[in-house]
C-alpha cells in the first residue's frame, strides 16, 4: 500500500528504485515455517504446464489473442522497471502497461466502470476482494493448484498449518484463492522517539493526540480512509462494526478537535517524515512502517511506526494492512496475468517488489530463507523487523467500515473548517 500520484508505465524505461540477522531471529519470527522453494526457477518452464491448469478453469480462448499483453492497475511499486524490466526479458516481446492508484475505492470504481475489458491484474488493500470485488464478480479465482503451493510458503500472519490460507484470500466458502499477498504492514501512527518515547506512545495509543499538550506539535498524515479508522480509534470505538448515534457524535468531535488542534495536515508523507526530523512537530496522526522506512532507511531510526498496546477493537489498538492481487475477470484475459503473480514470488522481485521507489515494505514471502537472505541489516532496520511480529500481533485487519459514506462526510467537513 501506497500514495503517491497516479503514473503509468509502458515499455519505456523508467527510474529505477533504490548481512544478516541471526537465525534464531529469523526463526522466531517465521515460526519455523517451511525453507523456500524454486520460486526463482525460469518462467518460461512453467508457464505450458501452468497454462494447461488455467484452461481447465476458464473458457476456451483463440490461441494467441493476447498473449503479449498485460495490464495492471495497483498500487505504486508493481509499475516499476525493477519489476517490469525483468518480466520484458523473460518473455521479450509481451506489451505491459501498470497504472498506480492513490486508493482502493478509486481503482475498483474503474472496474465497476467497464473497465475490466481493460485490466488483467488488480492489487488492492484485502478486504476488497472477497467483500467487493468478488461479489460483484470484478475478479475470478487463481488456479488453486498453481498457486497454493506459493501461499503455503508465506509469513505465518497469512499461512499456518492451523487455519490455513487467510481468509481474506479466498471465496466465503473457502473453495477458491482470489489473490495472492506480498506487500503487508502496520499502519496506526508516527513519533519521533527524541520527543515521545516509544513506550509512552504504545501505552497511550491514539488518544494521545487529544492530549492538549500536543496542540501544533503533530500533523496529520491526510490519506482519507485510513483517517477515519483511526479517528474512530481515538474516539475509542471498533471502526468495523455498526456504529451508535453517540459513537457518531463521539467521532465529529474528535475529527474537529484532532484537525483545530494539528500544525500540519499533508497527504506527503515526505514532507512530514521532514517535520519530524527537523523538530516542526513531534508526531503524526496515520502511517506506519510504510511511511517511515525510507526516513529509516536513510539513517533516521528514531522515526518510528507505532502499534499501541490496547485499543477498542477486541483489546487492540492499532491496524495493519496487506495487499492482494488478484485476477480481474476480463473477458479476454491475458495469459501473461497468471505468469506475472508468479513472477513475482521470485526472492531478487520479492525484494524489488519489497524495496519499490518511495517507500519500503515488508513482503510475505521473507518466510523463505532465499528472500529473506536479500535483505541487509539497514533495510531490515527499516522495516522495524525486530518488532514486526509483536506490531502484527497488536494490530487488526484492515477492514471496510460500516457507515463509511457518512463517517467520511463529517471528516471531510472538520478537515474543510480547519482549511
Not at 87 to 94: A, E, I, Q, S, Y
Not at 193 to 216: C, H, V, W, Y
Not at 293 to 310: D, K, Q, V
Not at 377 to 383: E, F, I, T, V
Request: proline share 6%.
Amino acid at each position: 500500500m501506497a500514495t503517491t500520484h497516479p503514473t503509468t508505465t509502458t515499455n519505456a524505461a523508467a527510474p529505477a528504485a533504490r548481512s544478516r540477522l541471526n537465525r534464531r531471529d529469523f526463526m522466531r519470527l517465521t515460526g519455523g515455517l517451511a525453507a523456500g522453494f524454486a520460486a526463482g526457477a525460469a518462467l518460461t518452464s512453467l508457464t505450458t504446464r501452468a497454462h494447461a491448469q488455467d484452461a481447465a478453469q476458464r473458457p476456451a480462448r483463440r490461441p494467441g489473442k493476447r498473449d503479449n499483453e498485460l495490464n495492471i492497475l495497483c498500487w505504486e511499486g508493481y509499475n516499476t522497471e525493477d519489476v517490469l524490466g525483468p518480466f520484458r526479458k523473460t518473455l521479450p516481446g509481451v506489451k505491459v502497461k501498470a497504472e498506480s492508484g492513490t486508493d482502493d475505492p478509486s481503482m475498483i470504481n474503474k472496474l465497476r466502470a467497464g473497465e475490466t475489458r481493460l485490466w488483467d491484474l488488480i492489487n488492492v488493500n484485502q478486504c476488497w476482494a472477497r467483500g467487493e470485488m468478488l461479489p460483484e464478480n470484478l475478479i475470478v479465482p487463481l488456479n488453486r493448484p498453481r498457486f497454493e503451493p506459493y501461499m503455503e510458503k508465506m509469513m505465518k500472519w497469512f499461512y499456518n498449518s492451523k487455519d490455513g490460507i487467510t481468509p481474506f484470500a479466498l471465496s466465503p466458502d473457502g473453495r477458491d484463492i482470489i489473490g495472492l499477498v506480498q506487500r503487508f504492514g502496520p499502519n496506526t501512527f508516527v513519533v519521533n522517539t527524541k520527543k515521545i518515547s516509544r513506550a509512552t506512545a504504545e501505552d497511550q495509543g491514539l488518544p494521545m493526540f487529544l492530549d492538549p499538550k500536543l496542540k501544533n506539535r503533530y500533523g496529520v498524515l491526510a490519506y482519507d480512509n485510513w483517517n477515519v479508522i483511526h479517528l474512530c480509534i481515538t474516539a475509542g470505538f471498533d471502526p468495523f462494526r455498526p456504529h451508535t448515534p453517540d459513537e457518531i457524535e463521539r467521532f465529529g468531535k474528535t475529527a474537529r478537535q484532532i484537525f483545530a488542534n494539528t500544525k500540519i495536515i499533508s497527504g506527503d508523507l515526505i514532507q512530514l517524515n521532514q517535520a519530524l526530523v527537523n523538530g516542526d512537530i513531534d508526531c503524526y496522526f496515520g502511517g506506519g512502517t510504510y511511511t517511515v522506512s525510507t526516513a529509516r532507511h536513510e539513517g533516521f531510526s528514531e522515526i518510528r511506526g507505532i502499534s499501541p498496546l490496547r485499543g477498542p477493537m477486541h483489546g487492540k489498538g492499532a491496524t495493519q494492512w496487506f495487499e492482494l492481487t488478484s485476477l480481474v475477470n476480463n473477458p479476454d484475459l491475458s495469459p501473461r496475468a497468471s505468469d506475472f503473480l508468479e513472477f513475482v514470488q521470485r526472492p531478487e522481485i520479492c525484494k524489488a517488489v519489497a524495496f519499490a521507489e518511495g517507500t519500503y515494505n515488508p513482503v510475505s514471502q521473507m518466510s523463505q530463507p532465499e528472500v529473506f537472505a536479500k535483505f541487509s541489516k539497514q533495510d531490515l532496520d527499516a522495516l522495524q523487523w525486530e518488532t514486526l511480529e509483536e506490531d502484527m500481533n497488536r494490530s487488526v485487519d484492515y477492514q471496510i467500515i460500516p457507515e463509511n459514506d457518512l463517517l467520511t462526510t463529517i471528516y471531510n467537513e472538520a478537515k474543510r473548517t480547519r482549511a
